[in-house]
């Protein structure tokens, strides 16, 4: 757990002991965040900030829908920050594959009040060290309040969002071009995994989308200040933005599977056309060898004639060869 103060372009830490006093002081703004497995904090939260008991529970649950609940001098956000974890395989080393990537969804609980900003999280978060860095590099010209902190850390989170979507845009480019010149079985597993990957996307960038919405309203912003409303339209509008990005590459991931599939189809013609040519060859020696090889007593050219076996084998030959000639002209193969 880390008690952090925001007054006049500076932040500075501070006991546990001390926060009661600091929240007192409406002319800064205090940061507390914690890890949800402190119990030490869940106390704090509890006995100094007097938070709801179900908003306290909702810290101590994973993998939550975004949602913000409006309380008493406060809101409570769920938000999700998102990382990419590479799966590197053997289909990954090949030059006809791409390698996976997975998305992480991590859970970022925050409450706003008038004068101060308490966020929750699993583990040690990049969210967080980043709105550190983001908060001391402002110094003085940061506004000092509890909403533009949180506007600091939603607006951090979405901007996370952005190189998942660029990732998304290339392996898709990547898998397109592939399925063109060699379709196989692993691209379109790997197609459908990141049909299902933007589905998980979509179930988390909308509800933020409405989150940001609601959090512009009057109503809400009048517990915790107004003056960060047109930066949280800001994100707001990146969302919408990534919300369209989403939907757009879910249109082109059922296009490039259509397109998969009629690969495949291509393929499976041009290798049962090559199988039917080299059946009609087949058929024609295998009926003028059976013929010869009939139980005639007489035939032409006579059995015992020097140049049977040449007529024969020159016969095969140009059947084959007018075949063929016929066949790749009616574009066969």
Do not use: C
Not at 92 to 111: I, T
Request: proline content about 4%; aromatic content about 10%.
């Amino acid at each position: 757990m880390r008690i952090s103060v925001l007054s006049d372009g500076n932040i500075t830490d501070h006991k546990v002991d001390e926060l009661p006093a600091l929240l007192a002081n409406t002319g800064h703004v205090v940061w507390m965040d914690a890890l949800e497995s402190d119990a030490e904090a869940i106390r704090v939260m509890t006995d100094v900030f007097k938070f709801h008991p179900l908003a306290i529970e909702d810290t101590n649950n994973h993998h939550q829908r975004p949602k913000l609940t409006e309380y008493d001098g406060y809101v409570f956000l769920i938000v999700n920050a998102i990382s990419v974890t590479g799966q590197p395989d053997e289909a990954g080393s090949r030059d006809d594959s791409v390698e996976a990537h997975e998305l992480d969804f991590r859970e970022v609980d925050m409450f706003v009040g008038r004068n101060y900003v308490v966020t929750v999280h699993l583990q040690d978060e990049p969210v967080i060290d980043e709105v550190r860095r983001r908060v001391s590099a402002m110094g003085a010209s940061m506004p000092v309040s509890a909403s533009y902190l949180a506007y600091v850390v939603l607006d951090t989170v979405v901007d996370g969002y952005f190189p998942i979507m660029d990732m998304i845009e290339e392996e898709i480019g990547l898998l397109e071009d592939i399925v063109l010149m060699k379709p196989r079985q692993e691209n379109l597993t790997r197609l459908f995994e990141m049909r299902q990957m933007l589905i998980n996307l979509w179930r988390v960038v909308w509800p933020q989308r409405d989150i940001l919405s609601t959090l512009t309203q009057p109503h809400v912003m009048g517990s915790i200040g107004q003056d960060t409303q047109y930066y949280l339209r800001d994100v707001a509008d990146h969302l919408l933005w990534i919300a369209d990005m989403i939907a757009m590459y879910r249109d082109t991931l059922t296009t490039v599977i259509d397109l998969h599939m009629s690969s495949v189809s291509n393929q499976l013609n041009r290798v049962v056309n090559r199988l039917t040519v080299f059946t009609l060859v087949i058929g024609i020696l295998t009926v003028i060898s059976g013929f010869y090889g009939m139980n005639f007593e007489t035939t032409w050219p006579q059995f015992g004639s020097s140049l049977g076996v040449p007529f024969v084998l020159f016969l095969m030959a140009l059947l084959t060869t007018t075949l063929l000639a016929v066949l790749r002209r009616l574009g066969w193969f």
